[in-house]
C-alpha cells in the first residue's frame, strides 16, 4: 500500500499491508471503540432468539400457507387442548396407597388372585404370577378371619401377623413375603421354582385347620392336627 503525504510535494512513504492491518486491529481493540457492545448474556440472549426466528421461519416455510398456515394450525392445536381440559378436567393423583401395600388396586377375592397367578405362571411372568399368589395367600387368611383385613398391610407385616396363628407354617410365610418384596421393590426376577414354593404354600395353608386353645389358655389360634 502506498501512502502519499499531504502536499503535493511530499514523498510518498510506502506502508506494508500486513502491519497496516495490524496496527488497524490494535487500535479497534482498545476499550473505548467497544464500550457499547452487548455483553456475553446478551449476546446469547440475541442468538437464542436468532435461533427461534430461523426455526420458526423453517416451520412457516414448511407449514401451508406460510406463516399464516403455520399460526393457523397453532391456534388449532391450542383449542383442541383447551377443549381436552375443559372436557376432562384438571388430572387428580389417585387416593395414595402405603409404599409397601401389598395389595395396589381394589379388593379382590382369593380366588381372583389365584386365577390371575395361574394365568401369569401359563405365560412364565413369573414376577407377576408371585406377586398374584402372595395377595392370594393373604386375602385368603383374611376371608377365614386368621388376618383382620388392614388396608396399606405389607407382605412382611401379613406374614409375621399370619405365622403367630400358624406357627407351622411361619418360616413359609416369611419366605414368600421376602420373594414378594424382592420381585416387586428389589428389582430382581422370580423364576418357576419360586412361584411353585408359594403356591405349594397357599395349598397348605387352605388345608390347615386353626384351632381354639383350651378355656382361660387365650384366644390364640393353633394350628389342628391334619
Do not use: C
Not at 418357576?192 to 382361660?216: F, H, M, S, V
Amino acid at each position: 500500500m502506498t501512502v502519499t503525504g499531504g502536499t503535493a510535494g511530499d514523498v510518498p512513504v510506502g506502508v506494508p499491508r500486513v502491519p497496516a492491518q495490524e496496527a488497524a486491529e490494535r487500535e479497534l481493540s482498545k476499550p473505548m471503540y467497544h464500550e457499547n457492545d452487548p455483553n456475553l448474556l446478551q449476546r446469547g440472549i440475541d442468538r437464542f432468539w436468532d435461533w427461534v426466528g430461523d426455526l420458526f421461519d423453517s416451520a412457516a416455510g414448511a407449514a401451508p400457507g406460510g406463516v399464516v398456515g403455520l399460526v393457523t394450525v397453532v391456534l388449532v392445536v391450542l383449542a383442541l387442548a383447551a377443549a381436552l381440559w375443559w372436557r376432562l378436567g384438571t388430572p387428580r393423583r389417585a387416593p395414595a396407597v402405603g409404599q409397601d401395600s401389598l395389595f395396589a388396586d381394589g379388593p379382590r377375592t382369593a380366588d381372583h388372585h389365584r386365577s390371575a397367578a395361574e394365568h401369569h405362571a401359563s405365560a412364565g411372568r413369573w414376577n407377576q404370577a408371585v406377586q398374584e399368589r402372595m395377595r392370594a395367600i393373604v386375602r385368603s387368611l383374611e376371608e377365614r378371619t386368621l388376618l383382620d383385613p388392614r388396608p396399606g398391610r405389607t407382605a412382611d407385616e401379613a406374614a409375621a401377623e399370619a405365622g403367630r396363628s400358624l406357627p407351622a407354617h411361619a418360616d413359609g410365610l416369611r419366605t414368600a413375603a421376602r420373594s414378594f418384596d424382592d420381585v416387586t421393590y428389589g428389582g430382581r426376577t422370580a423364576d418357576e421354582n419360586a412361584y411353585r414354593r408359594i403356591a405349594q404354600l397357599d395349598t397348605a395353608l387352605e388345608r390347615a385347620k386353626p384351632a381354639l386353645r383350651p378355656a382361660g389358655a387365650g384366644t390364640a389360634f393353633t394350628q389342628a392336627p391334619r
